[in-house]
């Protein structure tokens, strides 16, 4: 069964910036949406940005006009650009995907910006 692996996290100052990728291990029928959430410690798992074909990018109110999302249809991977990083973007990233066969989430990836 396919599984979805994100790549690029760490640690990095406020201000700067951080670019992770989210690339299927295993076989993965098409895919028509993909996206990044992430969860802080204590709170809930948001929203961060969304792909869906035909339907352009969609973001968390949080990272509008920081993050980009964007995709290689043909590879079914993920990318997440992020600009301008605060402290308060500090979370585990989970890309997440969804094929004619199902919903497939990553183990996550750590994202720590320091002050």
């Known amino acids: 069964q396919a599984q979805l692996v994100e790549s690029g996290g760490g640690l990095v100052q406020a201000g700067g910036s951080m670019r992770l990728s989210c690339a299927p291990s295993?076989?993965?029928?098409?895919?028509?949406?993909m996206g990044w959430y992430r969860q802080a410690p204590g709170k809930q798992r948001e929203l961060v940005a969304t792909?869906?074909?035909?339907?352009?990018?969609d973001y968390g109110d949080s990272v509008k006009g920081r993050f980009t999302i964007s995709r290689d249809s043909a590879k079914n991977t993920a990318f997440l650009l992020m600009n301008s990083l605060k402290p308060e973007d500090t979370a585990v990233y989970y890309c997440?995907?969804?094929?004619?066969?199902?919903?497939?989430w990553g183990q996550g990836t750590q994202v720590t910006v320091t002050s």
């Open positions: 997440v995907a969804r094929s004619y066969s199902g919903i497939y």
């Open positions: 792909i869906t074909s035909g339907a352009g990018a």
């Open positions: 295993g076989s993965l029928s098409s895919t028509d949406f």
